[in-house]
């Protein structure tokens, strides 16, 4: 990788010597004699490429702590749980030097509460260019693996495609969403990449992180939010361990999943099943002020409180929680500002 970036970055000083020859002769002399010095310079301070060009080098991959947290309690609504697995699971992994596997984490709860919102925010406390970083892969069930048909040229491809990435940068980071709309069996043949392996062929996986998205599982936390709220209790008092474990039984056995009957459940690879809250009416309030804020324009409470009122939410007669979340947020605000 260090070389790579050396000779790319040596290419454009040569290529840049080339034109200029071709265009203007007489300035030849003078292009070369800059390029000699660039190049003795750089010999001399041969850091100054990794500015130029993304690399697999602490100039452009570095974990912000600090920025993540702020980033959690400041941007997430309503979602304790997870905002405390998601902090202390990527802090953890991301200080050790030695990791025995991959961070693997997968994360659950109805559309609109947060879940793509978090690992864009993981990412953007990683890598520098965030979710646009050529080490972090983004794939979509239906836009990915639309074909039932073709499963076996997707799992190849898979594999090839983490193992190629993996070689280039071992903190490379892969983000599969719509996990529940994955056909059974694909996910398994990444298994191998985030067992228990010092390296696969040459390749060490150790150090990547496997994010999974999905809806799969969301009835579950519903009926464990709406038994907190009929017992008068307060929705922070819900923890993973009320949780985790009924989440992970329910993904494995739901037959519509990617995880059905998975080998990464069975055999326990993954880190964290991290659960999401349905969304109750103060956390849209809160979405609509932010979006309202980040479109510009002044937050104004009362025009966020009529678009929130709009909403549909269950149960139906107790309004308790959103059934879209802050998800439609964005596009219906703008039809009340």
């Not at 002399?29 to 000699?36: D, T």
């Not at 594999?159 to 694909?186: A, T, Y």
């Not at 479109?295 to 879209?324: C, T, W």
């Amino acid at each position: 990788m260090r070389l790579r970036c050396r000779l790319l970055f040596a290419g454009c000083v040569w290529w840049s010597v080339s034109i200029t020859a071709a265009i203007e002769p007489i300035s030849t002399s003078i292009a070369v004699g800059m390029a000699a010095a660039l190049t003795g310079f750089l010999a001399r301070y041969q850091n100054v490429f990794y500015y130029f060009q993304e690399c697999c080098r602490p100039e452009w991959i570095s974990y912000n702590k600090t920025g993540l947290k702020n980033d959690l309690n400041t941007k997430l609504y309503g979602q304790h749980v997870a905002s405390e697995v998601i902090l202390k699971a990527v802090t953890g992994f991301m200080n050790n030097e030695n990791p025995k596997k991959p961070l693997v984490l997968s994360l659950h709860g109805w559309t609109g509460t947060g879940k793509n919102f978090v690992s864009q925010l993981i990412a953007e406390n990683i890598y520098q260019k965030g979710m646009t970083s050529n080490f972090v892969h983004l794939f979509t069930a239906t836009a990915h693996f639309p074909h039932e048909a073709h499963i076996d040229n997707y799992k190849t491809q898979l594999q090839e495609w983490i193992r190629g990435n993996v070689s280039i940068c071992p903190r490379s980071m892969f983000i599969f969403d719509e996990m529940d709309k994955m056909h059974p069996g694909l996910i398994d043949s990444i298994k191998p990449y985030l067992d228990f392996y010092d390296n696969l062929n040459g390749v060490s996986y150790r150090k990547a992180i496997f994010i999974f998205l999905s809806n799969a599982g969301g009835e579950k936390i519903v009926e464990v939010a709406l038994n907190f709220w009929r017992d008068g209790r307060e929705r922070e008092e819900i923890h993973l361990k009320d949780l985790e474990t009924a989440l992970s039984l329910s993904v494995f056995n739901n037959k519509n999943s990617g995880f059905w009957h998975t080998s990464l459940i069975d055999k326990n690879l993954v880190d964290f099943f991290v659960p999401f809250l349905p969304l109750e009416y103060k956390h849209v309030i809160q979405c609509g002020l932010a979006e309202m804020v980040s479109k510009g324009h002044a937050p104004d409470k009362e025009v966020v409180e009529i678009m929130a009122h709009d909403l549909n939410y269950f149960p139906k007669e107790e309004r308790v929680f959103s059934m879209q979340g802050c998800k439609i947020i964005p596009a219906r605000l703008d039809f009340y500002i």
